[in-house]
């Protein structure tokens, strides 16, 4: 049996600009992978079925794993190879960290290795997308930029050579993604701002000629005006954060992981231990560029 890491993401950006007719949205977004990952291991079976063992017990019936095997197996009906996926889970369901969406991905990497049809790197994004918007992201992962509803990436070469120390902050509060963007469109909110277009490309620029002043003076999400009245309890854990003095601090993706930047160590270790104290997890994480 083979295992392979499936790394979560944060949105170190993220504004949403527009609702189209077909109900997604038009998003600017930066993701950047993180290291901490689920585990999936697979080995072929002798049944000629796809098989998803959760080893958490905490997967949906409906689950990206099942869902990326099925749209990859249509490419290729003619094959009855049948694989057996066993997931460990660390990911955050509901923490806007991508869990499920990297998930995806991996399975339609296995799949492409096992089943030997060599697709390219644009055809499995293709593939991707009819998992999820964000699922496109996680085939080749690092630092993208993130446009259209998902399904325009590039991928960023960044200049950083200080050391940029986060720590994941997890409420334990599933959010769910549809219902916080049914609240920003009850709210209006999806519209194009010239202030966000700016920060934008700020941040972009900072990890591009290694400015970590750029990158943390425009950290940004639409989502957290809305989430944190929708959910209390995360803003109270985002302002407990912010006594810590972090470099800055934002909410990833719909949440409600939190993540905060700090220049040492020592600081962030001494956040963790406050959070811990009041009953928080939270742990200490690196980007993967």
Known sequence: MKTIKSYSKINLFLDILSKY?????????LFCETD???EISYRENAIGEIRVFDESNILPKDN???KAANIFLDTVPHLKIGVDFHI???IPIG??????SSNGAQVLKILNEIYETHYSIKKLERLALKIGSD???FIRGGLQKVTGTGNILRKLKPNIKSEIIIVLTFPNIEVNTSKAYNIIDDNNLSKKEYKNIVKYKNIISGFLSNDLNKIVNNTYNKFESVIFKEYPDIENIYNLIKTTNPLTLFMSGSGSTLVSIFTSNEEANKSINILSNNGIKAIKSNLLY
């Not at 007719?21 to 600017?28: A, V």
């Open 36 to 38: 901490l990952y689920d």
């Open 21 to 29: 007719k077909n109900g997604y949205h038009k998003i600017n977004s």
């Open 95 to 100: 923490g806007g960290m991508g869990g499920g």
């Open 135 to 137: 699922v496109p992201f």
């Open 88 to 90: 460990v889970k660390n």
């Open 64 to 66: 990206t794993l099942t």
